[in-house]
């Protein structure tokens, strides 16, 4: 305990009811995850790459770009080589957002990134550097992402990549349930960063297992279509026909292997065959609502095996 006011106050006092003085409040260590590295499998590699280059034939490559990722292998990959990038083109980017790990400190502190904006560290390097870093700044998820203040964070957004268990002919996202139906878990930032950037990316293997991520409709619409841009797998780049003005560019960068997305549903269709349908019952056990409040899709029971 320190004399009042405290340094650096994350917490402010109206929100704190009782302060209760323990020997240990937790072990670091417990922060690191295992996803938090950049992927070496080559076909992962491959989808990174390809967002990359998607990335950098777009006009928001560029000085001053704010970006985020995921911490998943694939989205720390892309990191990677959109770092090279931004060496060979001599680009200083503004902000780094969102879940901050040690790749995105190293970027800061190379001067790749003047500042981050961390609503949660992934790893102690990111837990180290927020400590000492003043540039390294902390926000609330309030602040982040809430559709409702006078201005969150991911609406400053120019590019974020995003993953996904399954992806639509529309577009349209899911992360909330796995391909048999079976909650997987919540949508976190994932609807917030796809609306509030500039350019939102969605990286996923056309298969997993025999499983085809590429497919007619999503079980359950997490992101809707409508704020997805691109959809970018190891067999090519889909981008939205919204977005006509980001395939005019990939098509004048001339290394973006553009597909289409019923390229892509129908290549998962040719090497997976017909996929079982989903019984449910009529009960709803979950409501995806976005990121407004509006209700955009129900998960239902399933019915018992």
């Given at each position: 305990?320190?004399?009042?006011?405290?340094?650096?106050?994350?917490?402010?006092?109206?929100?704190?009811?009782?302060?209760?003085?323990?020997?240990?409040?937790?072990?670091?260590?417990?922060?690191?995850?295992?996803?938090?590295?950049?992927?070496?499998?080559?076909?992962?590699?491959?989808?990174?790459?390809?967002?990359?280059?998607?990335?950098?034939?777009?006009?928001?490559?560029?000085?001053?770009?704010?970006?985020?990722?995921?911490?998943?292998?694939?989205?720390?990959?892309?990191?990677?080589?959109?770092?090279?990038?931004?060496?060979?083109?001599?680009?200083?980017?503004s902000?780094?957002?969102?879940?901050?790990t040690?790749?995105?400190?190293?970027?800061?502190?190379?001067?790749?990134?003047?500042?981050?904006?961390?609503?949660?560290?992934?790893?102690?390097?990111?837990?180290?550097?927020?400590?000492?870093?003043?540039?390294?700044?902390?926000?609330?998820?309030?602040?982040?992402?809430n559709?409702?203040?006078?201005?969150?964070?991911?609406?400053?957004?120019?590019?974020?990549v995003?993953?996904?268990?399954?992806?639509?002919?529309?577009?349209?996202?899911?992360?909330?349930?796995?391909?048999?139906?079976?909650?997987?878990?919540?949508?976190?930032?994932?609807?917030?960063?796809?609306?509030?950037?500039?350019?939102?990316?969605?990286?996923?293997?056309?298969?997993?297992?025999?499983?085809?991520?590429?497919?007619?409709?999503?079980?359950?619409?997490?992101?809707?279509?409508?704020?997805v841009?691109?959809?970018?797998?190891?067999?090519?780049?889909?981008?939205?026909?919204?977005?006509?003005?980001?395939?005019?560019?990939?098509r004048?960068?001339?290394?973006?292997?553009?597909?289409?997305?019923?390229?892509?549903?129908?290549?998962?269709?040719?090497?997976?065959?017909?996929?079982?349908?989903?019984?449910?019952?009529?009960?709803?056990?979950?409501?995806?609502?976005?990121?407004?409040?509006?209700?955009?899709?129900?998960?239902?029971?399933?019915?018992?095996?």
């Open positions: 305990l320190v004399n009042y006011p405290a340094p650096c106050i994350q917490i402010p006092q109206f929100f704190v009811d009782f302060v209760v003085p323990v020997d240990k409040i937790g072990d670091p260590a417990g922060i690191v995850s295992g996803t938090t590295r950049v992927t070496r499998d080559p076909m992962r590699l491959l989808i990174a790459r390809n967002a990359a280059k998607l990335i950098e034939a777009t006009p928001y490559f560029k000085d001053g770009i704010s970006f985020q990722t995921g911490a998943g292998g694939i989205s720390l990959a892309v990191a990677a080589y959109v770092r090279e990038a931004m060496r060979e083109r001599g680009i200083k980017g902000f780094g957002l969102g879940g901050i040690e790749f995105f400190v190293d970027m800061m502190k190379e001067g790749l990134f003047e500042r981050l904006l961390d609503v949660q560290s992934f790893d102690l390097a990111a837990v180290k550097s927020i400590a000492e870093n003043p540039n390294h700044v902390e926000i609330s998820a309030d602040w982040y992402a559709p409702w203040n006078a201005g969150c964070a991911v609406n400053m957004l120019d590019t974020v995003l993953g996904a268990t399954e992806v639509d002919r529309d577009f349209n996202v899911n992360v909330n349930t796995e391909a048999d139906g079976a909650m997987l878990h919540g949508i976190g930032g994932h609807q917030d960063t796809a609306a509030g950037a500039q350019l939102t990316i969605i990286t996923t293997p056309l298969l997993r297992g025999r499983i085809p991520c590429a497919v007619d409709s999503v079980y359950t619409v997490s992101t809707p279509g409508e704020v841009d691109a959809v970018v797998t190891e067999f090519g780049v889909a981008v939205n026909p919204r977005r006509q003005d980001l395939i005019d560019a990939a004048e960068a001339g290394d973006v292997p553009l597909v289409t997305m019923d390229e892509l549903v129908e290549k998962a269709q040719e090497l997976t065959g017909p996929m079982t349908p989903v019984e449910t019952e009529d009960r709803i056990i979950g409501v995806v609502e976005y990121r407004d409040g509006t209700v955009i899709d129900v998960v239902k029971q399933l019915k018992k095996k």
